[in-house]
């Protein structure tokens, strides 16, 4: 008998999912709760309605969005064809008429006669085969049978996302790499006492930690360290306090949390709350003065290779041209390069390198997948080019042949490769970037040339890993 695949979401990924799938001679259910229960932000019952912005950012190859979505028509993306037939003038980027785009892609899915569109809400993970695509949006009793399958520490309600900048645009000459608890913070060893822990560890772990309690540690030059004067952490404050916030979808109106806090709503506390929080520069010496900074920001590690730096603590809801503005004002940064930028708001989430294999699927069912933001992608094509791969997945898998990823140099193999091999302990939802690619053997020092470099090696790999695995 042949089997029947529910993909449980409406959205970009599902909607996409679903028809790959059918165009792949499987029978699908579509579910969506939208009919029978709405959400905060959707304004329809459609499929694939927008709900934030009604552009897919840019279409340029030397764009990160560009090169992803350029990949996608090379798969036959149904979404982008919507897209298309929906653009409206916004220069290069891919800008669309909503009403018409989100109706483009409902009579598409729902005409093709191997789906079934059901109106309900999916309270848990249905049986194999599946598909998961319910996005930031997910319903609370969906949201519990993943975490209950998945492990408590599986599944994020509130996302506080801090800004990612390219190692290539920190200026090193101001930025310096060391510990994060460095020499006066390390444990010496004293003959006939033991150990000791230097005075600033004494001032930042003495009364109050408990017995016993130790500083952590960090790898040696772990962290990049943008060090700051008093007039110029004074100056950063002033700017970071009266800059323009976003204001938020009601969706989006998540209760800030100690853990999520704005780094601007930090500030508000008082001059001295950052400096004594997270650019405290307690440890660390500029080792172009050998004095301690007035106060540091860090930058730390996002990926293996060491090309993209997260700054620590600096979650915010500033717009993105105030981001700019204000954190470019830390010494080192002044011509930062910004890969993702920083946010706050209610998002569902899975800890995707902690929960999920590598095609995103179960660990113990590997035709329960999973797509779209669910996953910790952020973006629409992102989200899409999820659902698109996941189906191409779940379809061999039904097959009997195994799932397959498009090489690490594709802008979507490294997206993928980011949501397998990134620290559990700190991750966060990602966008596209070239950030995430593998480096040029030779790269030029032209950042025109070097994107065009990517586009065209990502390009090739992409038709022959397409070509090699019969996708299309």
Known sequence: ??????????????????????????????????????????????????????????????????????????????????????????????????????????????????????????????????????????????????????????????????????????????????????????????????????????????????????????????????????????????????????????????????????????????????????MKPIGLRDPRTGRRPWAVVQLRREDRAGRMWNLVGCQTRMRIPEQQRVFRLIPGLEGAEFLRFGSIHRNTYLNAPAALTPHLSLRDDPQVLFAGQLTGVEGYTESTATGLLAAINLSRLLAGKEPVLPPPVTMLGALYRHLREADPAHFQPMNANFGLLEELPDPPRDKQKKRELYAERSLAAMREWIAANALV
């Open 1 to 278: 008998m042949e089997s029947v695949v529910d993909v449980v979401g409406g959205g970009l990924a599902g909607s996409e999912a679903a028809f790959q799938l059918a165009e792949r001679g499987h029978r699908v259910v579509l579910h969506e709760m939208r009919g029978v229960r709405g959400t905060a932000a959707h304004q329809t019952d459609r499929l694939a309605e927008l709900v934030c912005s009604n552009t897919f950012k840019s279409t340029e190859l030397t764009n990160a969005h560009g090169l992803l979505k350029a990949e996608m028509r090379l798969l036959g993306s149904v979404v982008l064809e919507g897209a298309d037939v929906a653009r409206v003038a916004a220069g290069s980027a891919l800008a669309v008429d909503r009403d018409v785009f989100s109706a483009t892609v409902n009579d598409r899915v729902t005409a093709h006669p191997l789906i079934t569109v059901t109106r309900e809400e999916v309270t848990a993970i249905p049986a194999a085969p599946c598909l998961i695509a319910t996005g930031p949006l997910t319903s609370d009793a969906l949201a519990e049978s993943v975490r209950a399958r998945l492990g408590v520490q599986s599944l994020a309600f509130y996302d506080a996302i801090a800004p990612i900048v390219s190692v290539e645009s920190v200026d090193e000459g101001v930025a310096f790499r060391a510990a994060r608890w460095n020499k006066e913070t390390m444990p010496t060893e004293v003959p006939g006492k033991g150990t000791e822990w230097g005075a600033g560890a004494q001032a930042q772990w003495g009364a109050g930690e408990g017995e016993g309690a130790v500083p952590p540690t960090e790898p040696e030059g772990a962290y990049l360290n943008c060090p700051m004067d008093k007039a110029q952490y004074e100056a950063f404050l002033d700017a970071l306090t009266t800059a323009d916030q976003f204001t938020a979808h009601e969706f989006d109106s998540a209760p800030y949390f100690e853990g999520c806090m704005p780094v601007e709503e930090m500030a508000r506390r008082g001059r001295e709350s950052l400096r004594f929080g997270p």
